[in-house]
């Protein structure tokens, strides 16, 4: 963390930094070309750790890995070869598989790379699951399920079209992140994650985020400082047609700060569950300072919000520390904090 932190300072105006070399002691995956002690896929790169605590990292070069990954040892960090670290739109790093619960058996099964341990780190790799729009086979499709605390994400691209992410317990930290998909892209139950400077993109109308807690306070999402916008990958013209969550359970918490939110995003803001389970009882679904159409007074505009929806008149209690804990920076790369 420390050498990471090095090489992320800079003053004034900041110079490009590259990752295309593996830092020393490091594990590398190599898709084509694969050399002598290198591992051509990420899932045997994995395997062949040692099975304790120590600190591992794992470097990728270039190319598309198609497989599935699954973590089950904590205390590793996984990157992705790259011209600039501080930018998803530089990643040539690619894990992607097509697979959904209903072909598996199960959302997490369907996930391309489940985590299932804590203290992980991800720089610079996009994550796909490439199922999309539901058909007779199946529905959800994960890029990833994060089942951990202390879990890292930077400069990570995620796609997928529903339930695209699912930040399911202990805490998280994605920074400077993408986020694609249509349906329930953002989901969890018992996890507070905080999204810093994100761009979170629809592909396709439905809710963006969809928190489900057992009880009160027990998971909150903060999307701070992100834009939320209409993937290029979109097909239709998603004006109106896109909700900042809605409630999985009504305890749900999610808080967009400062966040600028494109025309897609409909005038109420907020969705009920549905028609018959509303679930809207005792969320907490909160914005503070959202910029974009609300200051034009078109559609979005903060007159029009669900009942069941709050502005907020500041940003107190939604810091990082509030969602993560006081030790956040004990573990979280303050490079992508910025
Ligand atoms: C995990 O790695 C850190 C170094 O980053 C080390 O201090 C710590 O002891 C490791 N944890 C375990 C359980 O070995
Ligand atoms: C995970 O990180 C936390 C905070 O840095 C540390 O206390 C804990 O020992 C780590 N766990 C492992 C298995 O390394
Ligand atoms: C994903 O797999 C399904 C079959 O389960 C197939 O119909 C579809 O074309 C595949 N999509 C992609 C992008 O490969
Ligand atoms: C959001 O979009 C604006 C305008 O394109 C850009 O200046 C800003 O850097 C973006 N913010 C993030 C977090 O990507
Ligand atoms: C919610 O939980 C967080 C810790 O996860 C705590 O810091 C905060 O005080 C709690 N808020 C309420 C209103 O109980
Ligand atoms: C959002 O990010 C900015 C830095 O980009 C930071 O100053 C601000 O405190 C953050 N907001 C919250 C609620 O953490």
Redesign the pocket.
Known sequence: MLLLSLLLFCVGTCAITRRTVPPSGAVIVRGSGTQAAEFGTLSAAVASLPADGSAQVIFVYPGTYVEQVHLTRANLTIMGFTQNVQSYTDNVVRLSF?L?QG?IGGGDLSATLRIDTNNVSLYNIDVLN???PH?A?GAQALAVAGYGTNLGFYAVGFYGYQDTLRAEKGVQFYGLCYIEGAVDYIFGQHGHGFFHRNTIASVDAGAITADGPDTANESLFVINESNITTSPAATTDLTGLVFLGRPWSAQAQVAYISCNLGALINPAGWEPWSASMPNTDGVLFAEYASTGLKIRKGPGAVGERAPFSTQLTSAAGYGIADVLGANWMTWVDTGYYT
């Open positions: 097509n959904s072909e490439t199922f999309g058909t086979t």
